[in-house]
T-cell receptor, first 116, second 120 residues
């Protein structure tokens, strides 16, 4: 069965600092997909990024970047030059190609607090 | 595109009462999911629909829970004889595999604002 672990429950930083969120996953599928979602205080989950298991190329999108390493089953996410609006709970999620409907399995979330 | 909408946003009910939530997915999204999120936890999968067919149900979905998507558009989630343990945020999401980049691959799910249920 799939599992996602986010060991950091809360991170507090001062504005403009970088924030790296850790995510470790378990799956028996060889094809799977990894996601990061943001949940601001309003409660709505917002899709941020997706990565396919067969593409380990790391990318940068604006202030977001991610580091996907299959060898360690990790999918870490970095916010560069954090802003107060980045304060939210961030969830890492996994979807297996073999799972019906490609349902998402979420980690427990990491609360990020960016102080001015 | 308008996003996923859910109604009501908040529901307070007494133990033993029945409640029904509605979800309107993004138009033309053929997959619709229900998740439940308790305080301080990540969302947990409950069930999903491909068009009007309910294709998978989690063991979290007890007999008191029922979901429908009669015309392949909006969906309802009903909880009968509510218990205090049902208090949670109920999230709906939709996706459209037809818009995926990779054939048979994965498509991001777009979430609604959720319905927060409080059972007293």
């Amino acid at each position: 069965a799939q599992k996602v672990t986010q060991a950091q429950t809360e991170i507090s930083v001062v504005e403009k600092e970088d924030v790296t969120l850790d995510c470790v996953y378990e799956t028996r599928d060889t094809t799977y997909y990894l996601f990061w979602y943001k949940q601001p205080p309003s409660g709505e989950l917002v899709f941020l990024i997706r990565r396919n298991s067969f593409d380990e190329q790391n990318e940068i999108s604006g202030r977001y970047s991610w580091n996907f390493q299959k060898s360690t089953s990790s999918f870490n996410f970095t916010i560069t030059a954090s802003q107060v609006v980045d304060s939210a709970v961030y969830f890492c999620a996994l979807s297996e190609a073999g799972a019906a409907g490609n349902k998402l399995t979420f980690g427990g979330g990491t609360r990020v607090l960016v102080k001015p | 595109d308008t996003g996923v909408s859910q109604d009501p946003r908040h529901k307070i009910t007494k133990r033993g009462q029945n409640v029904t939530f509605r979800c309107d997915p993004i138009s033309e999204h053929n997959r619709l999911y229900w998740y439940r999120q308790t305080l301080g936890q990540g969302p947990e999968f409950l069930t999903y629909f491909q068009n009007e067919a309910q294709l998978e149900k989690s063991r979290l979905l007890s007999d008191r829970f029922s979901a429908e998507r009669p015309k392949g558009s909006f969906s309802t989630l009903e909880i009968q004889r509510t218990e205090q343990g049902d208090s949670a945020m109920y999230l709906c999401a939709s996706s459209n595999p037809g818009q995926g980049v990779v054939a048979g691959g994965e498509y991001e799910q777009y979430f609604g604002p959720g319905t927060r249920l409080t059972v007293t």
